[in-house]
């Protein structure tokens, strides 16, 4: 009772910047909490908090050996953090440098519209790939631009097809073994190599394919569709999770759902208030 008291006292003095200071601390700290989601960002943020916990508790239990050896690994902990977690970092920046480029940084981002076309080529090339057993590597990227693996590849900047999708992984193609890379809407580049996953929880008969998707996956947010070579099964690979033998329709829809969330949400909604309009008329025609 005694803090809200004083708290009442306190707030005829707060003026207008310390209202506009607390509302853009708010804003960045919301903007920029995605980009600690990923695996490797959430370890650096939890090592270093976890350091600076722990010196300061042994600082009021008067731990002075171990606090000293602390305040020293903080003092040349941010040379440490570079060298160890290198890849990491430049995910990080990468997020956050995306993070702050104008469109994004206001919740401007691409029309869903342009996601629809680009969604229904890809399963449509995938269809044909599965039945014909080609296997394929296709990478969404979202939030995450994925420089370090685009730059591994070819770059084509060209519109997505289905007939440049089937082309690409075509078996003789000589950018077949690598993925491609969807960003901004076109294929940004082919033949890319990703990070292949060391998780123990896969299955034994997944191949290089299916483990460099979940790879791709876990270091990022983007969404990676894989057509097996052996079996034609289409799988997809989101936050480290493989969904696997999707038929064409499941995988039109789950993407529809990662890449268009919004346009998602407002069908359902319209959906919903049709059902509920619907329902109302069966009730008043009994």
Known sequence: MSYLQSLLEQLPGVQFTD??????VAFLIYKLLPVFRSTG??????IVVAVMVISWLTDIFKLHTLNFILSQLLAVGLIAIVVLFQPELRRMIDHVSHHFRMKNFFGMSQPTQEMVPLINQTVMACEVMSREKIGALIVFSRRSRL???????????AQVSEQLIRNVFF????????AMIIR???????GCVLPLSESSHLSADLGTRHRAAVGMSEVS???VVVVSEETGAISVAVGGV?????????????????????DTQQEETIVLKLRQKLQKKEKGGK
């Open 242 to 262: 493989l969904k696997r033998h999707l038929a064409p329709q499941t995988l039109e829809k789950l993407l529809h759902n990662e890449l268009c969330p919004e």
């Open 171 to 178: 078996p003789r193609a000589s950018l077949h073994d690598g």
């Open 221 to 223: 947010d983007a969404v």
């Open 19 to 24: 209202i506009l200071d607390v509302l853009i």
């Open 184 to 190: 901004d809407g076109r294929v940004a580049a082919a």
């Open 41 to 46: 960002t959430g370890r650096i943020a939890g």
């Open 147 to 157: 420089e370090e693996y685009y730059k591994t590849g070819t770059i084509l900047d």
